[in-house]
């Protein structure tokens, strides 16, 4: 898990897939790590996934319906 308490920054912005009423996740391009977290609760940090990891929850994510 990553925080930013280590000093570095991110630039995150909501995802696509976030819904309307609350259940918003934040993503940001790290380098080579692509970064998620909730919206709703920061302070616990985010999950990293390299840039494989990464393309793979994207594209298992468009396969449901």
Sequence with gaps: ?????????????????SGSHGECVEVAGLGQERAIRDTTHRELGALLFDVHEWRTFIDSTK???
């Design 63 to 65: 396969a449901r319906p």
């Design 1 to 17: 898990m990553w925080t930013e308490r280590n000093g570095s920054s991110a630039n995150w912005r909501k995802s696509s897939y």
